[in-house]
């Protein structure tokens, strides 16, 4: 079992991909001769040649109707989309005809089509380049959405996508590209749909996904020291969302606090608490909390933008604050 960075797992995961597959071809901008914004695709098309790497144009919009009609005839294309900004320009494409003909054609038709994009603030690249919409896509029907924390993950999520006959964003935080750890060699795919907890804990649950996966892993060292034992659970999928496992976490810890990296208002967070509520009510000790990202345009200037993000020293402030301990 080697251990591997992100960026190597999901390499891994497309060349796996285009070796098994004839169907399969990536599209997106500077993915061949450039070797891809974030180097995934490094010597891709040296090794499979432009007719299963292709360069496009800078048009998002024709990049995703492009995969779209490929896949409604028979090809398996997945998309790179050089950050999930940019996937605003594809809005009617991915939300009104991607999640939809499979339905609105009775079956009929279906759309295989893996979009991977970048997602996520920490790199000072402005506010129109750093925002997490991973979540206004996990409101779409029809949208399966991926948002892996590690390269494990990562990996196993990407094989599950691309077998997977309906359209999945899979969102790839852009600080996580060198978060490490161990993969097997042997072929293995993780389900959509479940979460995992990654840290056990018996005093309260931090729910968080993606990046602030490892800001919850943080504040539970935190917390540690203080002598509260907490239990991380990370969602892994957005849609399907799990909120069983996260309901069972909450059950046997009486408390919940749900971190996410996007603005509060309309989050996932707000979701998960609503979920916990529901499954979990008898249970709590107490509110669920709610750590997001500060309601501002991400700022360009670094310290300003570390101001704007969800921390470990927030997440414990909010625990404190909420449980009195």
Excluded: C
């Excluded at 901008?29 to 070797?35: L, M, N, S, V």
């Excluded at 494990?152 to 309906?166: H, K, N, V």
């Excluded at 795919?189 to 892993?217: F, N």
């Amino acid at each position: 079992m080697a251990e591997i960075i992100l960026r190597e797992a999901v390499s891994r995961g497309l060349r796996e991909a285009l070796d098994e597959d004839e169907r399969v071809f990536i599209i997106g901008e500077d993915i061949g001769a450039f070797k891809g914004a974030y180097a995934v695709t490094s010597g891709f098309l040296d090794d499979y040649g432009p007719e299963r790497i292709i360069d496009s144009p800078i048009s998002e919009s024709a990049i995703v109707g492009a995969a779209i009609g490929a896949a409604l005839g028979g090809l398996r294309p997945i998309v790179e989309i050089m950050t999930i900004n940019f996937m605003l320009l594809a809005m009617d494409q991915v939300v009104n005809h991607a999640a939809k003909l499979r339905y609105m054609s009775n079956g009929q038709m279906k759309v295989p089509l893996v979009i991977r994009t970048v997602t996520g603030g920490g790199g000072q690249l402005g506010a129109t380049h750093s925002q997490s919409l991973e979540v206004w896509f996990a409101t779409v029907p029809g949208l399966k959405v991926i948002a892996p924390s590690d390269p494990y993950d990562a990996l196993g999520l990407l094989r599950t996508a691309i077998a997977d006959d309906d359209p999945v964003i899979f969102a790839e935080h852009a600080l996580l590209y060198r978060a490490r750890s161990e993969v097997p060699d042997e072929r293995y795919t993780i389900p959509l749909g479940q979460a995992k907890v990654k840290r056990e804990g018996t005093d309260v649950t931090l729910v968080a996904y993606s990046r602030m996966v490892h800001v919850a892993l943080e504040a539970a060292a935190i917390l540690a020291e203080r002598g509260m034992d907490a239990e991380v659970v990370d969602l892994r999928t957005l849609r399907p969302l799990d909120t069983d496992t996260v309901a069972q976490s909450a059950r046997k810890t009486g408390r919940a606090v749900v971190v996410e990296e996007f603005w509060r208002t309309g989050g996932m967070g707000a979701e998960v608490a609503s979920a916990i509520q529901e499954k979990a009510f008898d249970y709590l000790d107490g509110p669920v909390g709610r750590v997001g990202g500060v309601e501002v345009p991400a700022p360009y200037n670094g310290t300003l933008e570390a101001a704007a993000l969800p921390t470990a020293g927030r997440v414990v402030e909010t625990v404190e604050n909420l449980y009195g301990i």
